[in-house]
């Protein structure tokens, strides 16, 4: 159990992310050896030393590096990891186990205000259900420990076998166990009503600096054709759409195209972007518009989860008419996101946190639209001739079209020529050719996404079309459990946009269908598992991480709206005031204290009778004994120190030559016989005991009185 405990406490600090990877393995290396360390290793002297030559080599080494630009917060996190390491490699007895628990807390306190996400949620329950296993067995194992470390002896004189008494099941049986656990259960239910109705407050006198989060790499200003980004092979998920207009049958796999970072110039080899001029995006109250006068329905939106991104990209269909920010983490305001437009119609946004975004958006039937206009600037970008392409590429084009003159007509017979002609390969040799676009074509005849959409762009200028690689994701999986799309790293894509008079921008696919879907999609048992991880993973941050005094209010409203409709008689209404059941509950609380109060004045009661009548409860009689002993220790100025057990400092008299150790010895005994030894207690040894520690008493006065 302990073990588990600091193990559950390490898992968390390490799921912040705070540790780089060279201090995670070590760390994780350390961990394995203290915990396969046997008990006698831990016992030599040379393990202590040199556990505590490495924690103060640490402070040492984390003190140095202060002074350099490390960051604190990771220096003092490493350097709690090694504390509770060394502990676990070093541990001797029940002091030490209580030190180990009270790391794990505070590691799970770092954890609560650096973190919050699904693995801390699971290292948060698993922590629930220990701690009070683990505490119990703690207390109880430093009780034996106290009281018969100094070579106590049991009743036919033998020296006490501690670890065959801790190794016992009729000390811990499964019985004591099982009740202990379900002790948690309480506890959780208790955690979960004072998360929901304690007032949020905000944690920026906690907060060093904010939770950062892995932002995923892709979608630059360049696009090089012969490189797979690390994209492709990602299964990460980097957004999550909810339709609010989702059928009860949604299909596994759907189409999205989720516009991004849109290029212009193609210089033979890699896409680059010409325009880098941003302008305030169009503001009508809380929207967004992306199109003049919309036609605005609710029916017709969708909700977006987007992960940070690098660059900051806002992910739009094509489609898209407007869009609305959303708050994401407890305590933002929609308002505090910056966002910005460029002439390619691509959108960024600008925020402090580093949780992504979270936006609502409405779609808009294109007929809806007016066609836009294209100027002769860009109409100039958008069919620009890279110099290192031959003439074969135009050939090919003219070929493929024939005698149609319709582009429209045009740019659909290059689509299916290139997504029946040719096939999808991540590993296309083409990427090592002097001119990629070329092999690919006229070779290869193989290639990824990136391959097909500049092979359709570049001819669709050869014959005149005005036309931009786009970079976004094509496709997403529905997930059961949450009844919602995932988008992964590896469903980005890349298509084709060309200009149309009257029409305006219209999106072409040239990849082969079978590409557009995700590449490594599980099944089975994997698949469920992975959807229900998502799931839960987005449940944990809507309702717990962005769980803020706005989401509080709501959820009392909701409260108060779904009792209303039960049947409650009018006088329980009336009496039902917070102020009424506030003043019930002080009376119950009193009520309950006072009968407390007065079941343990009862137990004080020592009943009398005859010389062999059995008190009620042994152990409460010999430890109230006791303390009364411990109170005239006290008069005689040697009280038993904190931490030291009652035969140990019995002992320790005798061996300083006290003048009354050997009676104070004896009436330890008796207590510990009382109390742990099953020992039964008569009237007249409670007689006994009192006449001695009078003697005791009496023993003082005199010596101070001299």
Known sequence: MLDSLAVVGLVAIVATGELDGRALWLLLGALVAALAAPSALR???????????VSVGALLVQLARLSTSANIVTLVLEFAAVLQVVRL?????????????????????????????????????GFLFLAPVTLLLSHLRREVEGNYRQ???????????????????????????????????????????????????????????????????????????????????????????????LPAQPPEHLAVYLRGATLDYYDGASWSKTQ????????????????????????????????????????????????????????????SIGLFRNSDDEYRYVAD?????????????????????????????????????????????????????????????????????????????????????????????????????????????????PSRNVTGFGAASFNRFGR????????????????????????????????TTQQ????????????????????????????????QLRLAWKLREHTEHLRIPRWARAWGTPRNLGLAGLITLIALRLAKYWRKRRAQRVPKGPDLVLLSVPSKVAVQLYQNLEEILSELGVPRPVGSPPWGHAQSLVVTGHPRAEQILALTRFYLEARFGNRIIAASDIEMFKRELAFLRQYGASSRAA
Not at 213 to 242: C, E, M, N, Y
Not at 355 to 366: A, F
Request: overall charge neutral; charged content about 20%; hydrophobic content about 45%.
């Open 353 to 465: 946190s580093a949780s992504g975004l979270r936006y609502r958006v409405y779609i808009q039937d294109s007929n809806h639209n007016a066609p836009p206009v294209l100027t002769p600037s860009e109409r100039i970008r958008y069919l620009s001739w890279p110099r290192r392409l031959s003439n074969r590429v135009e050939q090919l084009a003219k070929s493929w079209v024939g005698n149609e003159s319709d582009p429209l007509v045009q740019s659909k017979l290059i689509e299916n020529h290139l997504r029946h002609d040719y096939k999808y390969d991540l590993e296309s040799p083409s990427g090592s050719a002097l001119n990629p676009l070329e092999d690919f074509l006229f070779s290869s005849r193989r290639g990824h996404c990136e391959y097909y959409a500049t092979a359709m762009a570049i001819m669709l200028r050869a014959l005149g079309t």
């Open 276 to 335: 880098t001029g941003v302008r305030a995006v169009d503001r009508e109250g809380a929207l967004l518009l992306l199109t003049p006068w919309p036609v605005l329905d609710a029916a017709r939106s969708m909700t977006i989860e987007l992960s940070p991104i690098d660059p900051p990209i806002v992910f739009l269909p094509t489609d898209s008419a407007a869009f609305q920010l959303l708050p994401q983490a407890q305590g933002e305001a929609p308002e």
């Open 89 to 125: 490699a070093t541990r001797r007895g029940a002091a030490h186990d209580q030190q180990i628990i009270i790391l794990a807390f505070l590691h799970l306190i770092a954890a609560t205000i650096l973190g919050a996400g699904l693995a801390y949620a699971a290292c948060f329950v």
């Open 520 to 551: 490594n999609e599980l099944g089975g048992m994997s698949r469920l598992v992975r959807d229900l991880v998502e799931a839960a993973a987005q449940r944990w941050s809507r309702h717990v991480e962005a769980y803020d005094i706005h989401e």
């Open 484 to 515: 919602f799309y995932v988008v992964r790293q590896s469903d980005a894509h890349s298509w084709v946009e060309a200009w149309f008079e009257g029409i305006g921008w219209r999106r072409f696919d040239p990849t082969p269908p079978l590409a």
């Open 43 to 53: 016992e030599k002297r040379a393990v202590q030393v040199a556990g505590t030559v």
């Open 151 to 245: 070579g106590a002896r049991d009743r036919a004189g033998l020296p006490v076998d501690v670890p065959r008494i801790l190794r016992s099941r009729r000390v811990v049986s499964s019985t004591y166990l099982g009740l202990v656990v379900c002790l948690s259960l309480p506890m959780v239910l208790f955690t979960g009503i004072l998360f929901v109705a304690f007032p949020r407050v905000g944690l920026s006198l906690l907060l060093l600096q904010p939770p950062k989060k892995a932002r995923l790499v892709g979608f630059s200003d360049r696009v090089d054709l012969g490189v797979v980004g690390k994209l492709h092979a990602d299964p990460s998920v980097a957004l999550r759409i909810t339709y609010h207009d």
